[in-house]
C-alpha cells in the first residue's frame, strides 16, 4: 500500500466511475483499476462494488476511505510543512473564488501579485461555495475567497473587504425617474435572481426582504447560472437584479441600455473574506497575498484590517 494508491481509491470514491478517476489522476483507466485491484487483495477486502452501470463503495470501504483521506491530508501537511520550511512564497498558491466575485476581484491581482512576489504561483479555481468548502477541506485548495460566513471549527476566516450592492435595471424602468430607491420599492419590483446555490441570490433576498417571494412564475423561470447572462436579462428588459460593486466594472456598464444606482441602506452590502485551513502551514504565503489584494482593491468598496478569526469547535 502507498499514497499513489489511496490517491486512486479517493478519485474513484468521489468520480464513481473508474474512467473519470483515471482522468483525474493523469493515468490510464487499467492502471488506475489494476492498482485498486492489487490493493484489495492485498487487504483481503473489497472496497468497491462494481457493475456494468455503476460503481459503489462497500461498507468496509467507507471505513478504509476515511482513514485513506485523513492519510492524504497529512502528508499533503508535510510537504506544505517542507515547501514553508525552504521558502514560504515559493511555490504554488491554490486559491478558489466564488464565481460572481472571481472575473471581477483575480484580475486586478494576478499582475501585481507576480511582480511583487515571482516565485509564489498562484492557482486559480472558481466555483460555487459550497463545493470550494469541499475542496478546502479535501486539501485541494489552501483557500477559498467566499462572501458567505464560514463557522467550523477546522478553519479561520480573515474578513478582507466589504462590497456594497447596486440596484441594476433597465433605461426605461420606472425606477429611472426615482431620485431614491427605497426598500419598499425593492420588494414591490420584480428581481431577478441567479439560480439555486450561489450565495449572491440568498443575499439578494434577505437586503430585499424577499424571503419565500418568487418560488414559481417567470421571475423564478429566469433565474441565471451566472451574473453576466442575469445582466443580459436586465438589459433585454425582464426585470432589475443587485449587482456587487466589483463588477461594476464590467463591460455592460456602457452601451446595455442598463442603469446601476447604488444602494443606501446599511445592510446593502456583503463581506468577502478569506476562509483556510487552521493546519495550513504557509501562514506568509496567505499574508502575501492578502497584502496585495488590499493594496489593489477600489474605492467603491471598503478594506477591512485583516485579522483571522477560528471558527468555534
Known amino acids: 500500500m ?6 486512486y481509491i ?7 466511475h ?6 483525474r489522476c493523469f493515468v490510464s483507466q487499467p492502471t488506475l483499476s489494476g492498482q485498486i485491484k ?3 487483495e492485498g487487504l483481503g477486502v473489497a472496497i468497491f462494488e462494481r ?14 476511505l476515511e482513514h485513506a483521506r485523513l492519510i492524504m491530508e497529512q502528508a499533503d501537511v508535510i510537504e506544505q510543512l517542507a515547501l514553508a520550511h525552504q521558502d514560504p512564497l515559493a511555490g504554488p498558491l491554490r486559491i478558489g473564488a466564488i464565481p460572481t466575485l472571481s472575473p471581477y476581484l483575480m484580475p486586478l491581482i494576478l499582475l501585481p501579485l507576480k511582480q511583487q ?9 472558481e466555483e460555487m461555495t459550497d463545493r470550494l468548502l469541499d475542496r478546502l477541506h479535501n486539501h485541494e485548495i489552501d483557500a477559498a475567497l467566499l462572501a458567505t460566513a464560514v463557522d467550523e471549527p477546522d478553519l479561520e476566516t480573515i474578513p478582507l473587504f466589504d462590497e456594497p450592492f447596486w440596484l441594476a435595471h433597465p433605461r426605461d424602468h420606472a425606477f429611472y425617474n426615482k431620485e431614491t430607491i427605497t426598500r419598499a420599492d425593492l420588494e414591490n419590483t420584480e428581481l431577478l435572481l441567479l439560480s439555486e446555490g450561489h450565495c449572491l441570490a440568498k443575499q439578494a433576498m434577505d437586503i430585499c426582504h424577499l424571503k419565500g417571494r418568487q418560488e414559481q412564475g417567470v421571475m423564478a423561470d429566469l433565474r441565471a447560472a451566472s451574473l453576466e447572462t442575469l445582466l443580459q436579462l436586465v438589459g433585454a428588459g425582464f426585470g432589475s437584479t443587485l449587482v456587487p460593486a466589483l463588477a461594476m466594472r464590467g463591460s455592460w456598464t456602457s452601451g446595455s441600455g442598463i442603469v446601476a444606482r447604488k444602494l443606501e441602506f ?3 452590502y456583503r463581506r468577502v473574506s478569506l476562509v483556510f485551513r487552521h493546519s495550513y502551514p504557509r501562514r506568509k504565503a496567505l499574508e502575501a497575498f492578502i497584502e496585495v489584494l488590499l493594496a489593489q482593491l477600489p474605492n467603491t468598496v471598503t478594506a477591512l484590517k485583516a485579522t483571522a478569526r477560528k471558527g468555534k469547535k
Open 2 to 7: 502507498n499514497l499513489r494508491d489511496l490517491k
Open 38 to 40: 492489487k490493493l484489495e
Open 10 to 16: 479517493i478519485a474513484v470514491a468521489e468520480t464513481r
Open 266 to 268: 446599511k445592510d446593502a
Open 18 to 23: 473508474f474512467g473519470k478517476a483515471a482522468e
Open 117 to 125: 512576489h515571482p516565485q509564489l504561483k498562484l492557482v486559480l479555481s
Open 51 to 64: 457493475t456494468n452501470r455503476s460503481v459503489a463503495v462497500t461498507p468496509i470501504g467507507n471505513a478504509i
